[in-house]
């Protein structure tokens, strides 16, 4: 398995896992790899340093792991992640099924979906809190 740190034609970093140099480059060749925060298929691999074992050296004590700090593409791919792995696709209907909850007309839960600039306003308007969360293409879909 190879582990490739990539970057998109934005700026945005994130990892690959691949078979093979081949297999990246063929994937990447066909468009598949992608980036996913924002979907550019413009995609450059990073120069990265290889990890090399070149001595039987005594194992250095184990220290207790440093906390990595994450990025903020990371933070919000965590957090787009909780959003579809806790709320309820309501597609098209958003802005209807938002007022029905709203109302107490429907039972309350956290819904998602899509609604038109001038939905979102209205709903706004009539004290029914909402968020644009932007979701990248590769994530529209079941989530695992």
Known sequence: MKVFDL??????????????????????????VTCP????????KLPSAPRL??????????????????????????AVRHVLAHTEDVGERF?????RIHYGESPTR??????SREDTEALLEEGIEV???PVPADLDGPVQ
Not at 10 to 26: A, I, T, V
Not at 37 to 44: E, Q, W
Not at 110 to 115: N, P, S, Y
């Open 37 to 44: 925060l924002c979907g550019d298929a413009h995609v450059d």
């Open 95 to 99: 802005a209807e099924e938002a007022r």
């Open 131 to 133: 968020l644009a969360l």
């Open 7 to 32: 970057r998109c034609a934005q700026g945005h970093g994130f990892e690959g896992w691949f078979g093979s140099e081949e297999d990246f480059q063929s994937q990447l060749s066909r468009g598949l």
């Open 53 to 78: 074992n070149l001595g039987a050296s005594e194992p250095a004590p184990a220290a207790a792991p440093k906390p990595q700090a994450d990025t903020p593409e990371a933070l919000w791919m965590r």
């Open 110 to 115: 956290g819904i998602r979906g899509r609604a």
